[in-house]
């Protein structure tokens, strides 16, 4: 082909040289290209928060459905109206992943401004001080809580620090379907009976109707703790567990009843209520006609049945059941913006609009004035029965427990596989309680 | 042996990868290809460094802290060994995915080898239309570890799925395969095995290098079948099932997806589908111990090694390459 052709320095002066050097010119240029192209990528993944024509950026993350992400991004775009300097970067997704993507995000140290968190996580992110102390802007009255019922706002303190602020509240709520119960001319459920009572009442269910009264709350970590609370105990004191083995022998075996007499789905059954979301829940599903939630999933709910839903309390004295926070906003504690942050807060927990746009998506709103204008102004027939109930069960609330402690998330995941582990037959209740109360020390010991 | 081949003269000296590329002058251009060479696969190189070599480096430091993702890398503490202690003395869960993951890769493995070379041994005959079939049975491989494909699979055995309508036309009460602790895991071993293209069409290329006149040899030494297939078939194709054993194992100990997708990345039902890797990740992203679970990551790696050394120290035992008897 080319006889040794020499490349050097001279001007091309004949077509000989051109190929040559046009490829090593080429060649340079790719080398070039080939080298910057990653750097190039890395500096634009680093782009800045302060956009360049002035307007800050907060990022906020939540989980969801379709539904909370409209009203949320109404809701922010109505603060970018009135604040035109700041606009948002607004990411959400479902349920499940959302706390192992919130946890990557801020070890790849890009984490959002504010995020959605609920007391499973709170104190693993306050422990940890991940999140902004909001105290400070709460004395200042740049955080205004002065509407906020006080324990709602206390369940947000954590080590004496106010690691979150309410976005709503909200309590458990036994949802059962109604349809299938009165067509069958069986008594409705009512908020007071007993457990032994809802047990024999869901048996009936089961024996009249073939659906299942009730879903097997076992594995259920709120159905637990109330009825803990309702026992003189707790889920936790102080840093320790706030109950015995012999508690939950007696809860596991109270549902082991249960199952035997047929009050329940098959244990395979379970297990899908024990995993799925809230849009599967056996109730809407027709594996059960009842269902363990919160109150103000209602609504949720009733998008994904045709049957008419009614919503109690869970069984026992109503009084084991508190004001919760259904989740919480938190700023990032290395917030660039937190005055900002802090402040988009503060609007969507208090400002009419905004507030109203919401509705009860989160729950019931945190200030006490804006929800009455919100319970006032709702035309969704399941959410007016969700406030209905709350407001109803507002009158027995007890005491709100402390914020659970870290290692609550591996706690509910023990209950789980303990509880399966005794209704697949596998243990006794005695011996899945053992189980289970010595695998939660290990959890919140290390 | 008669096979070796001498030396291929195109593959020493300049390591271009084509031959002409020798005809083309100077050293100085040579060189200067060596550099493309390495330009071209600085992109890889990046990758590798950036990608793989420096995050685990990184994890083999944090396998000794009580790094927990939420509190900045400069104030994590060091702890030691006493991650790797914990693993050994104090952690049930971890004990029990090693034994989750092992008697899945003891069974799933051999299983899906079997399955590959048994229908390899089909497909390597001509038949009309046999392209189709290969086709065919490498399709669940394309899939690979999709998502898509474990949801699939998780509705095909479930208490009303497909598996179960099909086993009633026979009058048979199915059980719900993959929310049964006794199944959930023999259900993933299933997928598993399903998916046997890729060692089979790599079996079906070992196959048909097997040279004819061995065959015909031991057609005339009176041989059946059967001890053909033991006698010559087996042997000549040792190599390949040794690659293939080595590479299936190395999956099958690292099973993610199916598993997560199955129990909705918690392991059930009762742990069941626990799998090595997905008791890291809920380690590390859910419990947020991210320190414990870079020692339980590191653990995996040096477990993974020793018994890949293990293969090849007992390969030249069973592996005959006929290609040179200094292997």
């Known amino acids: 082909m080319h006889p040794a052709t020499h490349p050097t320095a001279s001007a091309p002066d004949g077509r000989t040289y051109r190929t040559p050097l046009l490829r090593r010119r080429l060649l340079r240029g790719l080398v070039a290209a080939v080298v910057t192209l990653p750097l190039v990528g890395a500096a634009a993944a680093c782009g800045d928060d302060a956009a360049s024509?002035?307007?800050?950026?907060?990022?906020?993350?939540?989980?969801?459905?379709?539904?909370?992400?409209?009203?949320?991004?109404?809701?922010?775009?109505?603060?970018?109206?009135?604040?035109?300097?700041?606009?948002?970067?607004?990411?959400?997704?479902?349920?499940?992943?959302?706390?192992?993507?919130?946890?990557?995000?801020?070890?790849?140290?890009?984490?959002?401004?504010?995020?959605?968190?609920?007391?499973?996580?709170?104190?693993?992110?306050?422990?940890?001080?991940?999140?902004?102390?909001?105290?400070?802007?709460?004395?200042?009255?740049?955080?205004?809580?002065?509407?906020?019922?006080?324990?709602?706002?206390?369940?947000?303190?954590?080590?004496?620090?106010?690691?979150?602020?309410?976005?709503?509240e909200n309590t458990q709520g036994l949802v059962y379907n109604k349809t299938l119960v009165t067509e069958n001319g069986l008594p409705e459920p009512t908020t007071g009976m007993s457990w032994e009572e809802h047990i024999a009442w869901a048996e009936q269910v089961s024996k009249k109707t073939g659906v299942p009264g009730t879903m097997d709350a076992s594995a259920i970590d709120k159905a637990f703790w109330v009825w803990l609370r309702q026992q003189g105990k707790d889920l936790y004191s102080g840093n320790e567990l706030g109950f015995t083995v012999a508690d939950v022998t007696r809860w596991f075996e109270l549902w082991k009843d249960a199952r035997d007499r047929g009050a329940t789905p098959t244990p395979d059954v379970i297990h899908e209520g024990n995993a799925t979301d809230i849009t599967k829940q056996l109730v809407v599903t027709g594996k059960a006609a009842t269902s363990w939630v919160w109150v103000n999933q209602m609504p949720e709910l009733k998008k994904n049945t045709s049957d008419e839903l009614g919503v109690i309390a869970y069984p026992g004295d109503p009084s084991g059941q508190w004001a919760r926070a259904s989740m919480y906003w938190s700023v990032f504690r290395g917030s660039k913006n937190a005055d900002i942050a802090v402040d988009v807060i503060n609007f969507l927990a208090n400002d009419a609009d905004a507030v109203k746009l919401l509705g009860t998506d989160r729950g019931l709103p945190s200030n006490l004035d804006l929800r009455r204008v919100v319970s006032d102004d709702t035309t969704d027939e399941a959410m007016k029965q969700s406030i209905a109930v709350e407001t109803e069960l507002a009158k027995t609330f007890g005491e709100a427990p402390q914020v659970p402690i870290k290692g609550h998330s591996k706690v509910r995941a023990e209950l789980i596989k303990a509880a399966e582990n005794a209704l697949y037959g596998r243990v006794t209740p005695a011996e899945a309680a053992a189980q289970f109360v010595e695998a939660c020390t290990a959890a919140i010991a290390s | 042996m008669a096979l070796t081949t001498a030396p291929d003269p195109t593959r020493r000296g300049t390591g271009s990868v084509r031959p002409d590329a020798n005809r083309r002058g100077t050293g100085r251009i040579r060189h200067g290809e060596g550099l493309a060479g390495y330009v071209f696969l600085s992109p890889w190189l990046v990758g590798l460094m950036g990608i793989t070599a420096l995050p685990m480096l990184l994890s083999l430091y944090l396998s000794f802290t009580n790094y927990d993702i939420l509190t900045p890398l400069s104030e994590v503490e060091w702890v030691g060994l006493a991650n790797y202690e914990r693993m050994f003395t104090?952690?049930?869960?971890?004990?029990?995915?090693?034994?989750?993951?092992?008697?899945?890769?003891?069974?799933?493995?051999?299983?899906?080898?079997?399955?590959?070379?048994?229908?390899?041994?089909?497909?390597?005959?001509?038949?009309?239309?046999?392209?189709?079939?290969?086709?065919?049975?490498?399709?669940?491989?394309?899939?690979?570890?999709?998502?898509?494909?474990?949801?699939?699979?998780?509705?095909?055995?479930?208490?009303?799925?497909?598996?179960?309508?099909?086993?009633?036309?026979?009058?048979?009460?199915?059980?719900?395969?993959?929310?049964?602790?006794?199944?959930?895991?023999?259900?993933?071993?299933?997928?598993?095995?399903?998916?046997?293209?890729?060692?089979?069409?790599?079996?079906?290329?070992?196959?048909?290098?097997?040279?004819?006149?061995?065959?015909?040899?031991?057609?005339?030494?009176?041989?059946?079948?059967?001890?053909?297939?033991?006698?010559?078939?087996?042997?000549?194709?040792?190599?390949?099932?040794?690659?293939?054993?080595?590479?299936?194992?190395?999956?099958?100990?690292?099973?993610?997806?199916?598993?997560?997708?199955?129990?909705?990345?918690?392991?059930?039902?009762?742990?069941?589908?626990?799998?090595?890797?997905?008791?890291?990740?809920?380690?590390?992203?859910?419990?947020?111990?991210?320190?414990?679970?870079?020692?339980?990551?590191?653990?995996?790696?040096?477990?993974?090694?020793?018994?890949?050394?293990?293969?090849?120290?007992?390969g030249r035992f069973w592996v005959h390459y006929s290609d040179g008897e200094d292997r």
């Not at chain 1, 890009?110 to 995020?115: R, V």
């Open chain 2, 90 to 314: 104090s952690d049930p869960s971890w004990w029990h995915s090693v034994r989750v993951t092992l008697s899945f890769a003891l069974i799933a493995v051999p299983l899906k080898l079997a399955a590959a070379l048994g229908v390899a041994l089909l497909l390597n005959r001509a038949w009309r239309g046999v392209g189709l079939f290969r086709g065919l049975f490498y399709l669940p491989s394309l899939l690979g570890g999709s998502v898509a494909l474990a949801i699939v699979w998780v509705n095909m055995f479930n208490r009303d799925g497909a598996f179960n309508s099909f086993l009633a036309l026979f009058g048979i009460q199915g059980k719900p395969w993959v929310n049964d602790p006794d199944w959930a895991l023999e259900t993933l071993m299933v997928l598993a095995i399903w998916q046997f293209g890729a060692p089979m069409v790599i079996f079906l290329a070992g196959l048909k290098q097997v040279p004819t006149e061995l065959y015909e040899a031991a057609a005339v030494d009176g041989a059946g079948k059967f001890r053909q297939f033991v006698n010559v078939t087996l042997p000549m194709l040792s190599p390949v099932i040794f690659f293939n054993l080595v590479l299936e194992t190395i999956n099958g100990f690292q099973g993610f997806t199916a598993a997560f997708v199955l129990s909705n990345g918690t392991g059930g039902p009762v742990d069941s589908t626990l799998m090595y890797t997905l008791n890291l990740y809920i380690t590390g992203f859910t419990n947020l111990e991210m320190g414990y679970a870079s020692a339980m990551a590191w653990v995996f790696l040096i477990a993974i090694a020793i018994i890949t050394v293990i293969f090849f120290s007992t």
């Open chain 1, 53 to 168: 024509d002035g307007k800050t950026t907060i990022s906020i993350f939540w989980w969801g459905g379709e539904a909370r992400a409209q009203l949320t991004e109404q809701a922010l775009d109505l603060y970018t109206q009135k604040n035109p300097d700041v606009v948002f970067e607004k990411v959400w997704q479902a349920n499940q992943g959302y706390f192992d993507k919130l946890a990557t995000l801020t070890a790849g140290g890009n984490p959002p401004d504010i995020f959605q968190i609920d007391d499973n996580f709170l104190t693993e992110y306050a422990a940890r001080n991940a999140t902004l102390d909001l105290k400070p802007y709460q004395e200042s009255g740049d955080l205004d809580t002065s509407k906020f019922p006080p324990s709602l706002l206390q369940y947000g303190v954590v080590d004496g620090k106010l690691a979150g602020l309410a976005a709503g």
